[in-house]
């Protein structure tokens, strides 16, 4: 019975760590922001699991390690609660990346852009300017939400070819690794990947912006479509390696597939390989979609694998930060799906129907013990959701805060002055 309920009450143990690190940090705030000051990050790799909530890095955990392991996202020194809401309670991830590149609460789908559809200034476009090198990771179109927020703007997360441009002529990031090829060539014009493939019929050319894999070549950028030729590549990088998502995300029970032909801990090393380069250093966003849509559809199992190919790219992040002090590393999500939540095997227990029906049992590593996912939504919640920090200026993470609080504690521990 101990045991059992050991892991029953690890679900709450990220966020009762974020309180008591709280309490440290109102008696030593000074010290913290004193001590950072003193110190810049060159390099930054910022890791979103979208949609991972606190439970879902429990499962991810009790599933790879156990319950007494730690994941390598869990294993840092610093600890961090966020309120995710964007203009209304529940944000969608547009909002979210916005807050946390930009510093700006602002409306579901808005990329780069305040609640008045101005530009604001992102993260990223500030490490340009210190002759800083940048870098986009995704699992999903790297067009999408997350990674649009951190170098585009745009009124909606929708014109992912005018994204594309952007990142090519105006923020002109440095490497992009991640699916989304359709919004890459016109309609009529497949890529490397056929239009409407058997596994999903929907999915075909639609850009429009022209041939921006032409655009990028003259650009001076190689382009890749697989894992050989992503290693093989130096200088500037655009590999795409899907027509959408790097995944397939249907309603559960009808063929979930989560097997990108280029893994995230292998993006991730490419990135960090080629980013490293520049001796004033880097900005390196990674995110894991999966995470997010499988929950979307309530599968907790490829939601847990998901997590698990996050798990194994931070652990690459963070020996490359034990091996560049100056590096700052932090895992976070940008809210949470699918009112997730973990229970214990009870046939009289049973919630929900269809996709809301519990999943598992799943294994719990290195014991004899199970556990079962339940849900309560297909879509996004309000709760808060943590961020664990190493490295340079990692101690200003601590607390609670806003979302937009990321972007603030990022421009602080990089060095950066922003306008009052």
Do not use: C
């Amino acid at each position: 019975m101990k045991s059992t309920i050991g892991w029953k009450t690890s679900v709450i143990g990220i966020t009762a760590a974020a309180l008591v690190v709280t309490s440290f940090v109102a008696a030593q705030g000074k010290t913290n922001e004193a001590s950072a000051a003193s110190k810049q990050a060159k390099n930054v790799i910022l890791f979103v699991g979208d949609g991972m909530g606190t439970a879902q890095r429990d499962a991810i955990r009790l599933a790879t390690v156990g319950e007494s392991g730690q994941l390598a996202m869990d294993d840092m020194p610093y600890l961090g609660l966020i309120h995710t809401s964007s203009t209304v309670p529940v944000t969608d991830s547009a909002a979210a990346a916005t807050a946390y590149a930009s510093g700006v609460k602002t409306y579901n789908g808005a990329i780069g852009m305040d609640a008045n559809k101005k530009n604001a200034k992102t993260i990223y476009e500030y490490a340009k300017e210190m002759g800083k090198s940048t870098g986009l990771v995704t699992t999903s179109q790297i067009t999408d939400a997350t990674p649009a927020a951190f170098a585009s703007h745009v009124e909606d997360r929708a014109k992912q070819s005018d994204i594309a441009l952007q990142y090519l002529t105006k923020t002109k990031v440095d490497v992009l690794l991640g699916g989304g090829e359709d919004f890459w060539y016109p309609a009529g014009q497949a890529g490397g990947f056929k239009d409407e493939p058997a596994e999903d019929p929907s999915e075909k050319s639609k850009g429009t912006q022209g041939n921006l894999v032409n655009k990028a070549k003259s650009l001076g950028y190689t382009y890749v479509k697989n894992k050989a030729d992503m290693q093989k590549a130096k200088g500037k990088l655009l590999g795409l390696f899907a027509n959408e998502e790097m995944f397939q995300q249907r309603p559960e029970g009808e063929g979930d597939i989560y097997a990108p032909v280029v893994s995230l801990p292998d993006m991730t090393k490419k990135a960090l390989d080629t980013l490293s380069t520049n001796k004033k250093g880097f900005f390196l966003m990674v995110e894991e979609e999966a995470t997010d849509e499988m929950a979307h559809s309530n599968n907790a199992k490829l939601t847990i694998k998901a997590g698990q190919e996050l798990d194994k790219s931070v652990r690459i992040a963070k020996n490359f930060a034990k091996a560049h002090p100056d590096t700052l590393v932090l895992v976070l999500a940008d809210h949470e799906t699918g009112g997730f939540s973990i229970e214990e095997v009870d046939a009289n227990d049973e919630s929900g129907d269809k996709i809301s029906k519990e999943d598992g049992p799943f294994a719990i590593a290195n014991s004899k013990m199970n556990f079962v996912v339940d849900w309560t939504t297909s879509g996004h919640t309000a709760v808060d959701v943590p961020v664990t920090v190493m490295g340079t200026g990692a101690e200003l993470f601590s607390g609670v805060y806003e979302n937009t609080g990321i972007f603030t504690r990022l421009a602080q521990a990089m060095g950066i002055k922003l306008p009052k």
